[in-house]
């Protein structure tokens, strides 16, 4: 998908442990208000801090070898996103841009004891997630 789309430029490493898959990273490059800027578009590295740590900071070789000044990632403080996030040297919250937002409604069940309840309750818990800038498709 990403390395198909004729607007952008995407940048991408796939994780291997063992010789198998275990996490990707993709970022898009690009310019906004006069800045370089490099946004991790998607990434999965389920549970593991220390294989989003790798991919993270391999990420953030790469967007300074392209001479970005900024790194964007959106990652939920207990992801494992977010917790690479806090050990890496230089990254810090943006004073800059607002915190995003998820918007659901929970569709009503005509048996509120259904077990899909206490399943649609996990799916919008925002600790359940962690977001990137490419699960919105606004800009695309």
């Known amino acids: ?3 198909d789309c004729p607007v952008w430029k995407h940048r991408s490493w796939l994780a ?3 010789g198998e898959p275990v996490g990707y ?3 898009r490059l690009w310019k906004r208000d006069g800045a370089r800027l490099a946004t991790v578009m998607d990434y999965l590295t389920g549970s593991d801090p220390k294989l989003a740590e790798a991919l993270l900071s391999r990420a953030i070789r790469d967007a300074a ?3 970005c000044d900024f ?3 959106a990652a939920h403080s ?3 996103g977010g917790r690479a ?3 890496i040297p230089g990254l810090e919250l943006s004073q800059r841009e607002q915190l995003d937002r998820v918007v659901g409604c929970i569709l009503p069940l005509e048996d509120p004891d259904d077990p899909a309840h206490a399943h649609l309750l996990r799916v919008f818990d925002s600790g359940s997630w962690h977001y990137t800038q490419g699960d919105s498709d606004f800009h695309d």
Do not use: E, K
């Open 1 to 3: 998908r990403y390395g």
């Open 16 to 18: 291997r442990r063992d």
């Open 25 to 27: 990273i993709v970022t």
């Open 65 to 67: 070898a392209h001479g």
């Open 71 to 73: 790194f964007h990632l």
């Open 78 to 80: 207990g992801s494992s």
């Open 85 to 87: 996030a806090a050990v």
